[in-house]
């Protein structure tokens, strides 16, 4: 279904003539660690590979609906399997139970993890560095996988929040911030302690919607903007990429801060003239428990569910807790 292809949908006086609003949430989110891309950790060349899956993922959105990706550079304590402590299946439970160190200090914790395992199943053979475990079967089939892969696919949260450091937005996310040169990336590589902290990159992509309610005619309208086009792609991608620097208000953003403002109530303008679009309803919440359940950032505390509402109030930019939508 290519983008635009129902924009007949909103050439119609009613909905044309409605006050609407945009109402956004998380479509699907994908998150890397960064330091997959230092080789020097594996023999296994892992950059070549995310960098290629990335451009797949990019791809395949391509040939359904074009999107923007909105990424977020993110702290998160550093984590690393203990190497020890070897993994082992307790006998009983049939769950696997490993050590992992935390932070500068390497603080040990203790993870227990149910694959659903029953007393007739073989039970897979487990290795692991402090970067990557491997998991071997009977069968000579090996999946080896990240700390962070791993922590997130088994639902895993020791607890700490992820940190937003920076928000952007990009249409190739195997470049940007991926590779080659990025100023806010160099930034957050430089002002954060690696010692302490890892870096995670994520990208998201949104499903915006556009509502009207009470028209004219008293009929009820409910758009997606990938399907009508009412709002071209980079609009849309710049408009979110900037609602979501002005609400996480890292101070690693600050030095752009009077012109991020600036541009996105001059797209806010423009929608309501436009669109008759008066305000943006977020709602970012990823599913599941893992290292992305609960985000913060120097201005934000930690929470699983970032619910907010972007709007003008005259010529004032309003960022909002909650939504009358979501609520």
Known sequence: MKRGMFAWLINNDAYKKSEKDWLVELQMVQTYWYGLLDDRRTDVPVRQALIEYLARLRRE????????????????????????????????SRMLKLGILVGRERKRMTVNVDFGFSRRDAIPHVEISEDFITFSGHDGAKQTMSVHDFLSIAEINLGFPTKVEYVGYTREPEVRPTRGKHEGLTQILHRVSNEDNDILVSFNLFKVTSYASGSPTMLNFMFANAMTDEVTVDLEGKILEKCFIMYFDSENQSMNKT?????????????????????????????????????????????????FTVSLKGEDLSISPGSSYFE
């Open 61 to 92: 959105i391509e040939e359904s609906l074009e999107k923007r990706f909105i990424y977020f550079i993110m702290s998160h304590k550093r984590v690393r399997f203990d190497t020890s402590r070897k993994p082992r299946f307790e006998f009983f």
């Open 259 to 307: 012109k991020e403002r600036a541009e996105l109530v001059n797209n806010l303008k423009r929608l309501g003239r436009e669109n008759r679009i008066g305000a943006v309803h977020i709602r970012y919440e990823p599913e599941g428990t893992s290292l992305l359940s609960t985000l913060c950032s120097s201005n934000v505390a930690p929470t699983s569910r970032h619910v």
